[in-house]
């Protein structure tokens, strides 16, 4: 929400992007060793668009609430850095705003921060807000369903 309100106090419009990983799913049913649910290109693309939509409702409501101008875009993609610095790129953005977790220690040497990715891969100025612990939201385990 601090992005929205950033956004207001300087009259800027926000694009916010949400990007999946490819084809992941948490729920398998093995016999003969293959997946008996793994869903099929169109339910998964349904699926993240779903999640998506309800991951941003709290930022459009709170934009809308702020007369702030809100569109998005979702991709799905292993690579979230580069989809991140394309959708800034594609919409003529000023600035990349991002929350970050900070991961530190191993984690991060292994797998690198999205923020970081972004950072190094990006000609557009890029704003990192280090997220404060107790404003992450609890983990719920994600699940989406071949069924949805």
Same mark, same amino acid.
Request: proline share 5%.
């Given at each position: 929400m601090e992005g929205i309100e950033l956004a207001k106090k300087i009259g800027a419009e926000v694009v916010c992007v949400y990007v999946a990983k490819e084809n992941q799913n948490s729920e398998f049913e093995f016999s003969d060793g293959k997946p008996q649910s793994w869903p099929t290109a169109k339910e998964y693309e349904e699926a993240v668009n779903h999640a998506a939509e309800q991951f941003m409702q709290p930022l459009r409501e709170s934009a809308e609430a702020g007369n702030v101008k809100f569109t998005s875009e979702t991709f799905i993609s292993n690579t979230t850095a580069g989809y991140i610095v394309y959708? &800034?790129?594609?919409?003529g953005c000023d600035l990349i705003y991002m929350a970050?977790?900070?991961?530190?220690?191993?984690?991060? =040497? =292994?797998?690198?921060?999205?923020?970081?990715?972004?950072? &190094?891969?990006?000609?557009? *100025?890029?704003?990192?807000?280090?997220?404060?612990?107790?404003?992450? *939201?609890?983990k719920a385990k994600t699940y989406i369903s071949p069924r949805i």
């Open positions: 959708a &800034a790129e594609k919409n970050s977790r900070g991961y530190t220690g191993w984690e991060n =040497f =292994f797998m690198g921060g999205v923020a970081s990715k972004v950072l &190094a891969a990006s000609q557009i *100025p890029v704003l990192v807000y280090k997220v404060k612990k107790e404003q992450v *939201p609890k």
